[in-house]
């Protein structure tokens, strides 16, 4: 699949505290970075609104000097609070037409798709890039209902031309696979979060997708 122009980052980081394993969070994203991942999303579900802040200080910070843009999950007060490029909500969280009335053009607005109803959702409109929730179940995303699988993202490819990013269960067995079938992007938590050497990690996805 060719690089879309609207979301050239094709190897795409989700990162949490408690998904790094071995090594502290911030040291996988950098050496995540320097493996060749695109973009970050920070995902901490359970943290305070000022806690969430600081850590996502931290992590912008650190994308800046790599020259990489960072995503805030579900949590628009930290997305502005740290200026991030962009904004990830789910199904059930705040509403992209929400978030585009109070916020207008300033985030990049990524929704998850879970359901093929949602393509003709007027929240359409509002958002930039979708993320095609879960490709195989994964035990970091549990309130999800469809498992797309390989054939969901050649289904969706034909149904939309807005830049698709394949998230849930991604592993480097499946990265070149889900590529081709469509997706512009591939998404990874355990993958990279889970490895002893995060760099090698990502620099053998990243070599995948090519």
Not at 15 to 34: F, G, N, T, Y
Not at 73 to 81: I, Y
Not at 88 to 110: A, C, L, M
């Amino acid at each position: 699949m060719p690089i879309h122009p609207n979301f050239p980052y094709p190897l795409y980081l989700v990162i949490s505290e408690k998904d790094c394993v071995h090594l502290p969070w911030l040291q996988v994203a950098e050496e995540a970075i320097r493996g060749g991942v695109d973009i970050i999303q920070l995902r901490e579900k359970e943290l305070d609104t000022a806690t969430f802040i600081q850590r996502a200080m931290a992590l912008k910070a650190l994308t800046d000097r790599y020259g990489i843009p960072l995503v805030i999950n579900d949590n628009v007060e930290v997305a502005s609070a740290v200026d991030a490029w962009g904004i990830h909500v789910g199904r059930t969280d705040r509403q992209p037409q929400q978030i585009h009335e109070e916020f207008g053009h300033r985030f990049q607005i990524g929704w998850s798709l879970e359901l093929l109803d949602q393509l003709q959702d007027h929240n359409m409109d509002f958002v930039q890039h979708l993320g095609v929730s879960p490709i195989f179940p994964t035990p970091t995303k549990t309130n999800t209902i469809t498992a797309w699988g390989m054939h969901g993202i050649r289904d969706l490819r034909t149904q939309t031309d807005k830049p698709l990013i394949a998230i849930g269960g991604m592993q480097l067995a499946h990265a070149h696979e889900a590529f081709t079938a469509g997706a512009n992007s591939i998404a990874v938590v355990s993958a990279i979060c889970s490895s002893l050497d995060p760099r090698k990690a990502a620099e053998e996805l990243k070599n995948s997708l090519s």
